[in-house]
């Protein structure tokens, strides 16, 4: 069983806009991660943020944890075509269990 | 730095063979995982090494599943008799790990195995 659920499922935006996607889970977490998965790449770590901060930067990528809520949002800002992938929220706890994943597509 | 490393990349098997995984972590990570990815889907964790020790291994779908990192580096999963639904790709990572928990995990780029 998976956890975290990403909303939406896909995403299509142009390249420049900024795109934003959401995680919720259901139990308590040590820390949230966000992956990027492509064909290329395979799967690569973007961004950890502990279950005590509330808000991460790390250049175009912005993360944000709701513990409250049980929820994070990720947002990429100023999109490129480079960014077209899959991207999975992954909770920490006794276990790491991943979502299903967003595909993102960014549109020329 | 060499990454994880998987092997073999693709493996194609009758149903009913046995297979085995190998995965080589990053040197000095002290964890490593195994995950099972279906096509469209997310990583599903299967088990967790702390060094040669295997901490949790209630992912692991059915008794033909069994992983081994004896020395606390390298790690084998084997599948037994496989079955058609065990057709997927397996992913290995490993980390390190900061204050008792685990951190950022670097995957290998997965073993694609058919059951045919």
């Known amino acids: 069983s998976q956890q975290g659920e990403e909303d939406p499922q896909a995403l299509s935006i142009q390249e420049g806009e900024n795109a934003t996607m959401n995680c919720s889970y259901k139990t308590s977490i040590n820390n949230l991660q966000w992956y990027r998965q492509n064909s290329g790449r395979g799967l690569v770590h973007l961004i950890l943020?502990?279950?005590?901060?509330r808000e991460k930067h790390s250049g175009r990528l912005r993360v944000t944890l709701d513990t409250s809520k049980k929820s994070s949002s990720l947002l990429i800002t100023a999109s490129r075509a480079a960014d077209t992938a899959s991207y999975f929220c992954a909770t920490v706890e006794d276990k790491i269990i991943f979502g299903k994943g967003t595909r993102l597509h960014i549109l020329p | 730095g060499a990454g994880v490393s998987q092997s073999p990349r693709y493996k194609v098997a009758k149903r009913g063979q046995d297979v085995a995984l190998r995965c080589d972590p990053i040197s000095g990570h002290v964890s490593l995982f195994w995950y099972q990815q279906a096509l469209g889907q997310g990583p599903e964790f299967l088990t967790y090494?702390?060094?040669?020790?295997?901490?949790?291994k209630s992912g692991l779908p059915s008794d033909r599943f069994f992983a081994e990192r004896p020395e606390g580096s390298v790690s084998t999963l084997k599948i037994q008799r496989t079955q058609q639904e065990d057709s997927a790709v397996y992913l290995c990572a490993s980390s390190f790990l900061r204050e008792g928990l685990v951190d950022e995990q670097f995957f290998g780029p997965g073993t694609r195995l058919t059951v045919l």
């Open positions: 943020i502990r279950s005590n901060e």
């Open positions: 090494f702390q060094n040669e020790a295997q901490l949790d």
